[in-house]
C-alpha cells in the first residue's frame, strides 16, 4: 500500500515566485526580462537558500542546547556535484519550484544544467564522503564534514584527438549560492620554524615550537539538508590566506616584495586539488595541505569544545569523534597530542588516552602504491614538532610490540611508524591505526584482506580494532533525483517511503516477473537511453540506437580497473565480426567515462586507445551498427547522473583484491542495470543480495590471484594458447586504429607482455569474453531481462549509505540523533 510521507511544502508555488523574483531583482541586480538561465538558476538557489539557513540555524541552535556528541569527518575530498536539485528534493520543494519557474517561463531542467559540479574531490573516496554527509543530515544525527576549500576542483577533461588534455576547474567563477564565509571563524596555523627544549617546575620539560611561518584558514560553510529537510548540518572547508604574520626572530625581514611572496605561497595551500587516487605522490605541498585543514579543524572543535567546556578535558573524548577518511588527515593525531600535551599542559598518558578515544581511520585501499609515506625529513622541515611526537608515539608503541613479542626485532621493524631504509619514511596507516580505536575496512572482503594481508599482527596486538562498514550510496541523489522516471515508478508500486528506507525496494521483487511492471520499467529505462543518446548525439556528434545494449564502464581510468580489458573485448567482438559478418551478437553500445591521472602514461594511453579504436569502429560499415563505442568526456557527478539511469549492463571489472568496495557497482544496480563482475570489493555483496541468477560473475578469485603469483603467472602462455588474444594484442602494434602512427598504442601491449601484466588482464579476458557471450544471450529474452533488472533494483536495499552511517554509529561513533523541531 502507497504511504505518503512526503512533508507538506514549506512554501507555496505563489511565494516560492515571489522570492524567485526577489532575488532576480535585489540579490542579481536583473529582472525578468533581462535574465539569462544563469540568471534564473542563482535566482532560484537563492531562494531555497533562505529555507537552507533557516534549517541551519535552528539545527545549531539545537545541538548547542544539548550540548550533543558529533562525528567529525576529516577528508581531504567531498565531491558534492550539483546541489541544486538535492537541496530542492530533500525540501519536498522539486515540483512547487518547478512549477514557479514553468509560470516565470523557465523550465527547471535548463537552470539545473547551469550549475557547475563542486569536483572537490578524485573519485571513490571523495563521493563517499558526500553521501555520508547526505545521510548523516537525513538521520539527524549531530555531524560537521570538514575538509579543504580548494580553489580548483578535479580537472575538466577534454579530449583532443583522442588523447586527455587537462583544463582547470573553476567552480567558482561566478559565485557559488551556498556557501557562507565565517571571517569571524578563521584560524591560524603554523609551519615550518624549530622547537625549543625549556625546563619547567619540578623539571618538566617543556617544548615550544617556534614556526617560520603563520598562515590563515578561513571557513566557508556548505549547508548539507537532509531529506525532509529537518536537519541541516555543515561542511566546513577552510581557504588558506595569508596572515601578515612572519617570525621576525628566526628570519631575517624580507621586506615588502618577499612579504608578497608569502603571501602568493599561503594562498597556494588551497588552490588546487592534486588529481592522483590511489598513488602516493610525496610532494611538499600535499603535506601542507593535509596538516592545514587538520589543524584549523582541530582548533575549531576545541573552541566549540571550550565554549560549553572550559578547560576540563575530561569529557572530549565523550563529546568529539573523528572519522579520519584514509590517511589524508593521519597529521591529526600528533597534532591532536601537541595541542594536548604543549599547549594544554596534559601529561602524554593522559592526552594519548584522550586522543585514541577519539579518532577512527578508515582504509580505502590495499594497493602499495597508495599507502601514503612521507619522508620523516619533509615532516622535521615543515613539522618540527610533530616529528619528534610521532618519534614519541612510535617509541612507545614499540615498547607495546615487545610486550606482546619480547625480542622480536624483526616484528618491531614491520610495524614501526618508521620505516628504516635509505631515507626514513613515517607510515601514515601504522600511524593511524595506532592513533585511532577503530579501523575499518569499506567492503566485507576488503575488510578481511585488511586484516589478513595488510594489518595482521596489529589485528593480533588490538583485538577487534579492525572492523568492516560496507560502502553505501544516497538513493536522494542516485536514485530520486537522478532517474525521476523509474522513483515516480516506485513510488506508484509500493509507495514513496523508500528513499528513507531502501529495504523497501524489496517490495518490488514480488513484481519482477509481472509482464505489465516489466514493460514499465524498460519504458523507463528506454526513456533514460534516449537521453543519454541526446547527450552523446551532443558531445560526441555520434548516432547510438537505444535498442542496442548499453554497456556502461564509469570510473577513474587504473590498470586494475581493466578498462583495457573491456577495450581488448571491444577488439576481439570487432574481428569477429570482420572475419564473419553475420557474427551473431545483439547491437551494444559501450559507454565510457574516465579520467586518468595527468602523470599517469598507461592511463592515458589507455584513453587514448579507447578513442582510436571507437574512431574506427564507429565509422566502419562493415560493423553494420553492432558496436558503437562512446567515451563521454569529463566523466563527472553530473555526467555520471545521466549516465547511470540509461545502463543495461555495469561493469566491475577489477582483478579480484583490488578494488576495496567500489560505490559505482552500486549506484548501476541501483538504476536497473545488470552487472558482469569479477568477486571483488562490493560487487561479492552485491551477488549475495541479488542471486547468482542476476549478476555475471566471471574471472579469478582472491585465491586464485594468488595462487597463479606464487607458481609464476606469465602472460605469454595465454598470448600464445589463445589466437583471439595474440590477435588483438598484435593488433595494437599496428597502424590500424592509428593511421600513419604505428606503434602508438604499443605500451599497453607491452605492459600485458614484457611488463608481466600486473593486473592479470589476460587470464581472465577468456572468462570475460564468456561471461559477455551469456549477457548477450539474456538480453535477447526481454522479459528475463527485465526480471533481472528489477531484482537488481529491489535487492540493494543493504547499499544505502544510511546503512553504513547507521554501521558506524553502532560500531564505532556511539552517536544518538538529534530531533530539530519545526
Ligand atoms: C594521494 C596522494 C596525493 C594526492 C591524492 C591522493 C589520493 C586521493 C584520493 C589517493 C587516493 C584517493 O582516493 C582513493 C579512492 O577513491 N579509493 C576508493 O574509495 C572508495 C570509497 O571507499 C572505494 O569504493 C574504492 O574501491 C576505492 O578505490
New binding site residues.
Partial sequence: KATKTQPSPVIDKAAFKSAVIKHLHCTLGTDENKANNHAWWKATCAAIQEQVLEGLRKTQKTHYLNDTRAVHYFS??FLMGRLLSNNLQNFGLFDVASGALKELGVEISDILEEEPDMAL????????AACFIDSLATMELPAIGYGIHYEHGLFRQEIKSGAQIERPDSWRDYGNPWEICRPESTQEVSLYGYVETKYGENGRVLKEWHPGSIVKGVPWDIPVVGYEGKTVNVLRLWQSEASGYFNWDVFNAGGYVDAQRENVQAETISKV???????????EL?LIQQYFFCSCSLKDIIRRYKRAHGDDWSRFADQVVIQLN?T?PAISVPELMRILVDRAELGWDEAWGICTKVFAY?N??L?PE?L?KWPARMIEKILPRHLEIIYEINHRFMAEVDKKWPGDNAMKEKLSIIEEGNEKMVRMGHLSVIGSFAVNG??EM?SRLVKSSLFPEFDELYPGKLTNVT?GITPRRWLKACNPGLSKLIDKKIGDDWPRDLDKLQGLAKFASNKTFQKQFMKVKLENKELLADEIRKSLDLEVDVNAIFDVQIK?L?EYKRQHLALLHIMALYRRILENPDYDMHPRVFVFGAKAAPGYKLAKDIIYAINKVADKINNDPRVNNKIKIAFLPNYRVSLAEKMIPAADVSEQI?TAGK??????NMKLALNGAVTIGTLD??NVEIAEEVGDDNIFIFGLTVEEVNELKAKGYNPYDYYYKDPEIKAVLDWLETDYFTPGKPGALVSIKQSLLDNGDPYMVLADFRAYSDAQIAVDAAYRDKERWAEMAIINTAKMGKFTSDRSIRDYVERVWKLSPCKIEG
Fill in positions: 581531504a575530498e574531490g578524485n573519485g571513490g573516496l571523495g563521493r563517499l586539488l592534486y588529481p592522483n587516487d590511489e598513488t602516493e605522490a610525496g610532494k600535499r584514509d589524508h578508515t580505502h585501499t594497493l597508495a601514503e569499506v567492503a576488503h560502502n577513474r587504473h577489477s578494488e576495496a568496495s567500489g560505490t559505482g570489493g562490493a
